[in-house]
DNA sequence: ATGCCTCAGCTCCTGAGA
């Protein structure tokens, strides 16, 4: 079993790419984020033409997320449950036994503003819910654009950008509480290239320059950690004319 | 650098992303 998770800064723009990857590296779960469309404007048909279910939680402009799968989801859930959010981030589905939340996680623009404390918000909300889910789904996968750096392995300027945005010591302990649910940041469980990001700023060749981010993880549980035998961030589709400034992260189950 | 690029929208500038 294969999943996935990519950050497309907008479907409209992106599709064509999606379904070129797809073809390439038939998965048998993609998270999507970013979509960027209302749920009506959903291109469900050119998923199904290629043999795709989709779940999707659109918005207009911002955010919104989608799931597609090989098998059908069931006991699908939208957002955090009991967290109020006029915001789409977050989308559940259970796919062979395997429970997977895709998620958009606030980007917080910085330290102290009115979305850095929605951020902290979220994440508390996050993994209340999270800890529940465990127990219910001992295999879990939490998968998607966490807009949080584990440490200064995952940033280009670990100096230079200390205390900024997806860097603070605040958000970090957000993401240490999640591992600390019995979740596993999957692409350290194996040989990773040295500065090895999942996302490059469009300005300035940041990605020419290898001046990234990894910001978007692939948790696993416990019951899950037996089961992985690869994780990779595929750096190709961000040397594609009109890129996506994230990277697809891959992870491989027996 | 309050800069760089990209996308959506009440679109020809602004807000947001990260």
């Known amino acids: 079993?294969?999943?996935?998770?990519?950050?497309?800064?907008?479907?409209?723009?992106?599709?064509?790419?999606?379904?070129?990857w797809l073809a390439a590296h038939p998965v048998d779960v993609l998270a999507l984020q970013e979509l960027k469309l209302t749920?009506?404007?959903?291109?469900?048909?050119?998923?199904?033409?290629i043999g795709y279910q989709a779940q999707w939680f659109g918005q207009k402009t911002y955010n919104g997320v989608a799931?597609?799968?090989?098998?059908?989801?069931?006991?699908?859930?939208?957002?955090?449950?009991?967290?109020?959010?006029?915001?789409?981030r977050v989308l559940c589905g259970t796919f062979d036994g395997v429970r997977v939340i895709g998620a958009y996680f606030?980007?917080?623009?910085?330290?102290?503003?009115?979305?850095?404390?929605?951020k902290m918000r979220w994440l508390d909300a996050l993994r209340e819910w999270v800890r529940a889910e465990l127990v219910a789904h001992p295999q879990l996968?939490?998968?998607?654009?966490?807009?949080?750096?584990?440490?200064d392995a995952d940033?280009?300027?670990?100096?230079?950008?200390?205390?900024?945005?997806?860097?603070?010591?605040?958000?970090?302990?957000?993401l240490q509480a999640l591992i600390g649910l019995g979740l596993t940041d999957s692409v350290r469980l194996f040989p990773q290239p040295e500065k090895n990001y999942s996302w490059?700023?469009?300005r300035d060749f940041a990605f020419r320059r290898n001046r990234g981010m990894r910001i978007d993880h692939i948790l696993i549980s416990e019951a899950l950690?037996?089961?992985?035998?690869?994780?990779?961030?595929?750096?190709?589709?961000?040397?594609?004319?009109?890129?996506?400034?994230?990277?697809?992260?891959v992870l491989t189950l027996s």
């Open 1 to 20: 079993m294969k999943l996935a998770t990519w950050n497309i800064n907008s479907l409209n723009v992106r599709l064509p790419q999606v379904l070129d």
């Open 39 to 49: 749920d009506d404007k959903f291109p469900v048909q050119a998923f199904t033409d």
């Open 67 to 88: 799931l597609l799968s090989k098998a059908p989801a069931v006991d699908v859930i939208k957002n955090i449950p009991g967290f109020q959010d006029e915001q789409s």
């Open 106 to 118: 606030p980007n917080g623009q910085e330290p102290g503003s009115d979305k850095f404390a929605y």
């Open 141 to 151: 996968v939490l998968m998607g654009d966490y807009n949080i750096t584990f440490d």
């Open 155 to 174: 940033v280009w300027d670990p100096v230079g950008l200390r205390e900024t945005i997806h860097c603070t010591t605040e958000e970090r302990t957000h």
């Open 200 to 202: 490059w700023d469009y």
């Open 225 to 249: 950690k037996t089961r992985a035998t690869a994780c990779a961030v595929d750096k190709l589709p961000r040397k594609n004319e009109r890129p996506s400034d994230h990277a697809p992260v």
